[in-house]
Nanobody
């Protein structure tokens, strides 16, 4: 059974940084694409970034150059380093692993 547990969310001022972590249980983590989505109040959940088993990455245009997704297959963990945060980055951030596994979400709030 796959479980994803996020950590690292919180409150930060605009321009600050946060690092999210997602620890995965279950076998085969290294074989699957993993990454992060987010959902702001009143909006649909949207892709933030994904990373393949080999380290290939994909980013939403809104976070390119500010966020970095990475993974440590030995630790079954995926990370999201978020720099130069903006108020519009405020959302619940969800860890995701193919195909269709989700974490419980962690709140990120960026104050102006």
């Amino acid at each position: 059974q796959v479980q994803l547990v996020e950590s690292g969310g919180g409150l930060v001022q605009a321009g600050g940084s946060l690092r999210l972590s997602c620890a995965a249980s279950g076998s085969g983590f290294r074989l699957y694409v993993a990454g992060w989505y987010r959902q702001a109040p009143g909006k649909q959940r949207e892709l933030v970034a994904t990373v393949s088993w080999s380290g290939n990455t994909n980013y939403a245009d809104s976070v390119k150059g500010r966020f970095t997704v990475s993974r440590d297959n030995g630790k079954n963990t995926v990370y999201l380093q978020m720099n130069n945060l903006k108020p519009e980055d405020t959302a619940v951030y969800y860890c995701w692993r193919a195909t269709g596994y989700w974490g419980q979400g962690t709140q990120v709030t960026v104050s102006s």
